[in-house]
């Protein structure tokens, strides 16, 4: 069964970091693009960074460009998304998706991240 399953997020104040993980299983990790995603309450879901199969191409939201960092250990089937200097309109729940053009795209239940004084 294909499943990621995220993990790491919780309650953190402003200016504060936190790291989420995302682990795959029952499919080949690099072969697929691993990207992180957030929504938060009655937003539309955005992409927050994605990372090539190959780790070489990164793309972030331009909102948190200079403050996430996306990179994945295709050895340990995990991706992380480091975030620094949090702020709290960047709560939300996180998600995890594995896409690949030809084989299918997976998501994750999500996490919640929430970012409050």
């Known amino acids: 069964q294909e499943q990621v399953v995220e993990s790491g997020g919780g309650l953190v104040q402003p200016g504060g970091n936190l790291t989420l993980s995302c682990v795959g299983s029952?499919?080949?990790?690099?072969?697929?693009?691993m990207g992180w995603y957030r929504q938060g309450l009655g937003k539309e879901r955005e992409q927050v960074a994605i990372?090539?199969?190959?780790?070489?191409?990164?793309d972030y939201l331009e909102s948190v460009k200079g403050r996430f960092t996306i990179t994945r250990d295709n050895s340990k089937n995990t991706t992380y998304l480091q975030m620094n200097n949090l702020q709290p309109e960047d709560t939300a729940v996180y998600l995890c998706?594995?896409?690949?053009?030809?084989?299918?795209?997976?998501w994750g239940k999500g996490i919640l991240v929430n970012v409050s004084s």
């Open positions: 998706n594995a896409a690949n053009n030809y084989i299918g795209s997976y």
């Open positions: 029952g499919f080949t990790f690099s072969r697929f693009v």
């Open positions: 990372i090539g199969s190959g780790a070489g191409r990164t």
